[in-house]
Nanobody
């Protein structure tokens, strides 16, 4: 079983910064990619940023140039540095991991894990 534990959300003034962290633990054989998604009330969950095991990144157009995703492979941890925050960035942010877990011995399986979510609220 894999667990993703997020931290770093909170209340911030528009124009400010926050840094989110997400640590993965459990029977992890390999993490293929980790990412951040967000969901505001009344909207669908959307991709914010993604980073692969090789370090390739992808960002939503709305956060490009303001947010930076990074990863510590040794610690199975992903970060999201959010700068120049806007009111519309307010949402619950979820960490996601596309990974391979060890079931038993050499038996492995692909898995898709989610964190519990952390609230980010940007105020004027």
């Amino acid at each position: 079983q894999v667990q993703l534990v997020e931290s770093g959300g909170g209340l911030v003034q528009a124009g400010g910064s926050l840094r989110l962290s997400c640590a993965a633990s459990g029977n992890i054989f390999r993490i293929n990619a980790m990412g951040w998604y967000r969901q505001a009330p009344g909207t669908q969950r959307e991709l914010v940023a993604l980073i692969t095991n090789a370090g390739s990144t992808k960002y939503a157009d709305s956060v490009e140039g303001r947010f930076t995703i990074s990863r510590e492979n040794a610690n199975n941890t992903v970060y999201l540095q959010m700068n120049s925050l806007k009111l519309e960035d307010t949402a619950v942010y979820y960490c996601n991991a596309d990974l391979v877990v060890t079931i038993v011995g050499t038996v492995r399986a692909r898995d898709d894990a989610w964190g519990q979510g952390t609230q980010v609220t940007v105020h004027s």
